[in-house]
């Protein structure tokens, strides 16, 4: 009997990744499941930019808008609940597609995650004081001083990864990074990968262009509904944070706007930088007329370098 098999699109956000994977889910007359580490909060919906409606409808989707941002959801819980709806799913179809711009669940699905070591309560009492005294500067000025492989790929703007890899950093004298090269563990499925390719100009303006649709979708007022929250993880996202600046006098309105798209602008650039690193993926370009098949017709043509 033939292994089930997890088909993953990944890519830069605003790259296409849900329009292919719904065109894909539906010609396999599959399901798709999100590897998006914000898509998953009920709260927050524009800013994310969750499928609409409509999309929804096309295709069953899973992990969208799936818990609340008070829930303290990891990647450990995603790993040990996608590996756990897969293994259901796989019951009733050969193929899945998992759809996300979230690197680090991707590979907690795919590979596994690294284990860690055990931090003393005195190392996590002095990054959470680096934390409430001195905020993200500080913890930003840290990681990238101690580890900057990591600095180069981890989301820059997110207190508890950064957090994490301090705790690490101080904890055994060694990078976060060398404790990520742990072999992968092994899946009772096989996984092929591709990932999304626009050029840099076209996918600025994409990036411009969904903004402007998430600021006439309502973006502001659900930012507002927010700020009681705003110190939970899951808001220190590209989009909220910008505008909680705002709502605080640091900036107007159209300030607030163009740091959304420079900072969106940028983690775009680090997604690439961290699926660069992964010689398994596939290099799609929808704008040259590329689209995904599977099987896979010829890799060695599909990858881009």
């Not at 957090?163 to 055994?172: H, I, K, M, P």
């Not at 690193?277 to 599977?294: C, L, V």
Request: aromatic content about 8%; charged content about 30%.
């Amino acid at each position: 009997m033939s292994r089930p098999t997890l088909i993953v699109i990944a890519g830069p956000t605003a790259s296409g990744k849900t329009a292919e994977a719904i065109k894909l889910a539906k010609q396999l007359k599959t399901v798709i499941v999100s590897a998006d580490s914000r898509q998953l909060y009920k709260e927050m919906s524009i800013g994310t930019a969750v499928p609409s409606p409509k999309e929804l409808r096309e295709v069953k989707h899973y992990f969208i808008q799936n818990i609340s941002i008070l829930s303290n959801y990891d990647v450990a819980d995603y790993e040990r609940d996608a590996l756990k709806l897969l293994n259901l799913l796989f019951k009733e179809h050969d193929q899945v597609v998992m759809v996300g711009g979230s690197g680090l669940y991707i590979d907690a699905v795919c590979k596994g995650i690294d284990p860690m070591p055990d931090i003393s309560k005195a190392t996590r009492q002095r990054v959470s004081r680096m934390w409430e005294e001195e905020g993200l500067e500080a913890l930003q000025s840290e990681v990238q001083r101690l580890d900057p492989e990591y600095w180069a790929v981890v989301d820059q703007r997110n207190p508890r990864r950064l957090q994490r890899a301090l705790e690490v950093c101080y904890q055994t004298g060694q990078t976060f990074t060398s404790f990520r090269t742990q072999q992968p563990a092994k899946r009772d499925f096989n996984i092929v990968k591709y990932a999304l390719f626009r050029e840099k100009q076209e996918l600025y303006n994409r990036i411009n262009e969904r903004v402007e649709v998430m600021l006439a979708q309502g973006l502001v007022d659900e930012a507002r509904s927010l700020v009681p929250y705003r110190r939970r993880n899951a808001l220190n996202t590209v989009g909220y944070k910008e505008l909680f600046d705002y709502f605080d006098g640091k900036c107007n309105l159209n300030e607030a706007i163009e740091q959304i798209k420079l900072n969106t602008r940028h983690y775009a650039k680090r997604q690439m930088t961290w699926l660069r690193k992964d010689q398994e993926y596939n290099w799609i370009n929808p704008s040259m007329g590329e689209r995904i098949t599977f099987p896979i017709v010829n890799p060695s043509e599909a990858r881009h370098s």
